[in-house]
Nanobody, 125 residues
Framework: QVQLVESGGGLVRAGGSLRLSCAASGRTFSIYTMGWFRQAPGKEREFVSSISWSGGNIYYADSVKGRFTISRDNGKNTVYLQMNSLKPEDTAVYFC??????????????????WGQGTQVTVSS
């Protein structure tokens, strides 16, 4: 079992930045691919980013490329999502996920085993 707890969400103006954190506990953190999804009101959950256990393979949704940066610290069992140049359309609940599925295969999230409770990100215009 892996337990995931997100933090760092909040309210920010368009153009601002936030850094989300996801702390993992339970089974060995370093063997898992980690990543982020988001779900806006009335919309389906969508993939944001994933990172392999080594950090060597990273993937982003086209909508966040060049603005968001994912990273991980296996010593702290934590994955981060640095979000810059935020836009109102980034408003959503952001969820951390973990699975042994390779980072390149993350898609809808249905294939993933472990999830956090989510943290709200609101970007005002």
């Amino acid at each position: 079992q892996v337990q995931l707890v997100e933090s760092g969400g909040g309210l920010v103006r368009a153009g601002g930045s936030l850094r989300l954190s996801c702390a993992a506990s339970g089974r060995t953190f370093s063997i898992y691919t980690m990543g982020w999804f988001r779900q806006a009101p009335g919309k389906e959950r969508e993939f944001v980013s994933s990172i392999s256990w080594s950090g060597g393979n990273i993937y982003y949704a086209d909508s966040v490329k060049g603005r968001f940066t994912i990273s991980r610290d296996n010593g702290k069992n934590t994955v981060y999502l640095q979000m810059n140049s935020l836009k109102p359309e980034d408003t959503a609940v952001y969820f951390c996920a973990a699975d042994q599925l390779r980072a390149s295969a993350w898609s809808t999230g249905l294939e993933l085993q472990y999830w956090g409770q989510g943290t709200q990100v609101t970007v005002s215009s």
